[in-house]
Structures are given as C-alpha cells and as structure tokens.
C-alpha cells in the first residue's frame, strides 16, 4: 500500500510537540503508488471509513489531497503525497514517536513549525509559537535556514520574539 511509512503533520504534531488542541482530523503525508489506490480504498473501507478508489487516484494525480471520513464517528483522514521540497524535508526529518501504545512518526517539531509558518493563519502561528515556546532542544540553525530559504523568516522572528 504505501512504499514508505507516512508521517503525521497538522494538529497531531502541534499536539504532540507544542499544545493539547481540537482537531477532528488526521493529516497523512505518504509516499504513496497510484496502482495501490484500490487497495487503500478498500483497506479503509473495512476500517469504517467513506473511502472511494477515485478519490484517491484523482488526488494523487492532481498533487492534492483526499478527505476521508470514518463513518461513526466523522473523524476525517486528509491523505496526500510526496509533492514538493517541503514534503521531502518533513518526511526525511520524521520522528518516531510512542503514544497509546503506538508507535508512528511525525513530523519533526522543526519542520511543524516551518509548515505552520508556510500557511499562516492565525490559528496556525499559535500552534508554531506553542512548539517553539515548549520545545527547547530544537535545531535552531536548521530552523532559521529553513525559513530563510523558504521566505519567513520573517515570521520566525516575530514569533521567537513573543516567546521571549
């Protein structure tokens, strides 16, 4: 199904690297093979989730994403790919993390924050500063070369001045 394992990104790693939050979702990023999309469908299908073939493939093929819902409860599964450089980087810096009795990865408390930085709202630059205020063994210079090359440092800056 998936070549490589995916990593958690979002609320989960904001949750898990920064502040207890809401979130009524799980954002997957795999590297993912297109001619496995039958077999993803229907592996959560039998899970209990609105899952359909086409959803998947066409997701994959336009390089965004495909919402699934778990049928009972409506907790959501936002799966993509391995698009760009930034999806590169956080799958390269995944950590293997232990929670419930579960061993999965996330992405990097670093590469958390850059995400949050990259899409800028509100509500995400409170989840970047709540990791750059609890994290404190961060890799600073990968942190700081990251924004720079991706254009916020600005941001960056801004917000380890907050958490002074």
Known sequence: ??????????????????????TA??????????????KLALGLK?????????????????KSHCTIEDKETMFRLDIKGVYDEADRRAMDNRVLIEWKDMKMYI?????????????????????????????EDMDKEYLKRTARDVGVMDLLEALEGKAD
Not at 25 to 38: F, K, T, W
Not at 46 to 62: I, N
């Open 46 to 62: 039998k899970r209990g989730f609105f899952a359909e073939v086409k959803d998947l493939k066409k997701s994959l093929e336009e």
């Open 107 to 135: 992405a990097s408390a670093e590469d958390t924050v850059i995400n949050k930085l990259l899409w800028g709202r509100e509500q995400d630059l409170e989840d970047a500063l709540s990791i750059i205020t609890r994290q």
């Open 1 to 22: 199904m998936f070549k490589r394992t995916g990593h958690r990104v979002g609320g989960f790693a904001v949750m898990y690297h920064g502040r207890p939050r809401a």
């Open 25 to 38: 979702g799980l954002n997957i990023v795999a590297v993912l093979d297109p001619m496995c999309s039958e």
